[in-house]
């Protein structure tokens, strides 16, 4: 059976939706890392936090931090990718400005290697000329984002390496998203 695989991503589309700014601390102190989140790697688990609005509006089940994009999702989105993808991920429980549902912080906790160049519409890779060498050979841009599906694995749930910026799920965990009637998340193939 073929697997199909999609980037999850923000509706900006969601009528009064709310626009989520960076964790904070309880007392409200910037946490140190906040890009710590969307590599695609484990973190330690953080500590308490707060996400406080950078607009107030309608709650969502699926959201992005504004600078970082760091997930935000609703307890029963968190019980979809604890149930389907528990091995590739993390859930830690914050709270939300004026909330009194449940959310969760959502790392992708894997990096897959499996873009496919040829397929994708384009793509920029960092050189040495843009001096940032810790980077070369890493995606500086990647359009229309296809994957070569025979190197992801058994991965549910991943960042491509290199283009951290997407969330990839297999089409089981995207049927099952959907089913709770997620409100915020987009689905594209890739």
Known sequence: MERHFFSLDFDVYVP???YLAEP???AGQKVPDIWAFVSGCPVEPPGPLRIPFSRPGRSLDF???TVAGTPIISAQVAKVFRELAGNDVQLFPVEVQEQSDAYYLLNVARTVRCIDDAASAEIQLYTPEDEEPERVGEYRSVSGLRLDKSRVGDARVFRPWGWHPPIIVEG???EALERTGIVGGRFDAV
Do not use: Q
């Open 16 to 18: 009064g939706r709310w």
């Open 24 to 26: 904070t601390t309880p």
């Open 63 to 65: 959201d992005k931090t």
């Open 172 to 174: 089981e965990l995207k």
